[in-house]
């Protein structure tokens, strides 16, 4: 049996209530019959394994405790078959049939090392209508590569952060891309994390935003507000970028415009969704300001915030600017 063109690796936990659905996408996908599913788990106590068990999958299992976000996934890379490897989430699914194809056909020259595809919210009712995906024109493809790494370090912080805003929900790599530039141990924004040290080793990506997963989280506002402080943290300590607080009633209107158009919900619902993101655009302001406040007292101060928060981040995480 030839050895499979493109793994991909799933970290799971308790994904019983998605698993069946993805496995069941990949499986349509056209390029399935060159294709293999890794599914990472950490202790699941639901019927994730017996759902495993049912398809074609090749299952790794590690202590809970272990769990980490760069270094799991690097252990599902590096037991990949497959000369490109795919990363996502248990609960992603494919827009299409031809989301694997599209992530290859990003890969339009032998100096690219990883495409990136997009995260979108489909329209679901149960799924907050003011993120749902809405395009105003064709997919775009974004390429980057800084040959020198003080081309990329000299960008403002903001289009550092841009230009790395990768997403392991929906991400394809060369094998050989992993293994020059692994994942590395870190709580959060392993890809980020990863698409700068690509970018600084001289890497090119690629953004093809034609190869589309739907993925959505209903967040509670403490959710968000830990979330969002986390992403201000590391965004911070990998692109010098400090946050400036955004006007509380502009997406408040963007929201209420939005919902006012939806006729596919009724007005109570409206009431809801649009409490609903009062919640999280409230949870955001409290978190830059408290991101801002802690940043105020010394980096010292805002590391032992983010700890007490949202757990300890890695000591050789420091800000771009000290490299």
């Given at each position: 049996m030839n050895p499979p063109l493109i793994s991909i690796v799933v970290p799971v936990k308790n994904g019983a209530p998605w698993l069946e659905k993805l496995f069941q996408a990949i499986l349509r996908q056209t390029m399935a019959g060159r294709t293999e599913i890794i599914v990472v788990d950490s202790g699941s106590q639901d019927e994730t394994l017996a759902i495993v068990g049912r398809y074609p999958v090749r299952l790794l299992s590690i202590d809970p405790a272990s769990f980490d976000h760069g270094?799991?996934?690097?252990?599902?890379?590096?037991?990949?078959?497959?000369?490109?490897?795919?990363?996502?989430?248990?609960?992603?699914?494919?827009?299409?049939?031809?989301?694997l194809e599209k992530l290859l056909a990003g890969f339009e020259n032998e100096k690219i090392a990883a495409v990136c595809g997009q995260q979108v919210v489909p329209h679901d009712p149960t799924m907050n209508p003011v993120q749902w995906f809405r395009p105003v024109s064709a997919a775009d493809r974004f390429t980057y590569s800084f040959p020198d790494p003080g081309s990329f370090l000299s960008l403002p912080p903001g289009t550092k952060r841009a230009v790395c805003?990768?997403?392991?929900?929906?991400?394809?790599?060369?094998?050989?891309?992993?293994?020059?530039?692994?994942?590395?141990?870190?709580?959060?924004?392993?890809?980020?994390?990863?698409?700068?040290?690509?970018?600084?080793?001289?890497?090119?990506?690629?953004?093809?935003?034609?190869?589309?997963?739907y993925h959505y989280h209903h967040e509670s506002p403490a959710y968000c507000f830990k979330r969002t402080f986390?992403?201000?943290?590391?965004?911070?300590?990998?692109?010098?970028?400090?946050?400036?607080?955004?006007?509380?009633?502009?997406?408040?209107?963007?929201?209420?415009?939005?919902?006012m158009k939806e006729r596919s919900i009724g007005f109570l619902q409206k009431f809801r969704w649009l409490?609903?993101?009062?919640?999280?655009?409230?949870?955001?302001?409290?978190?830059?300001?408290?991101?801002?406040s802690s940043l105020e007292k010394g980096d010292s101060f805002l590391d032992s915030r983010h700890a007490q928060l949202c757990g300890v981040a890695p000591q050789a995480l420091k800000p771009i600017a000290s490299i």
């Open positions: 270094l799991t996934r690097q252990l599902g890379a590096d037991a990949a078959l497959g000369d490109y490897i795919v990363m996502t989430v248990q609960d992603a699914l494919p827009a299409d049939d031809r989301w805003g990768w997403d392991d929900v929906n991400a394809m790599y060369r094998r050989e891309a992993l293994r020059k530039v692994p994942f590395r141990k870190t709580t959060f924004g392993e890809d980020a994390q990863w698409a700068r040290d690509a970018l600084l080793q001289g890497l090119t990506i690629v953004y093809n935003y034609e190869a589309r997963v986390t992403e201000l943290y590391y965004s911070y300590r990998l692109f010098d970028l400090k946050p400036a607080e955004k006007p509380w009633l502009r997406p408040m209107l963007s929201a209420v415009k939005i919902l409490r609903y993101n009062y919640g999280l655009n409230s949870a955001y302001r409290r978190a830059v300001r408290d991101f801002n």
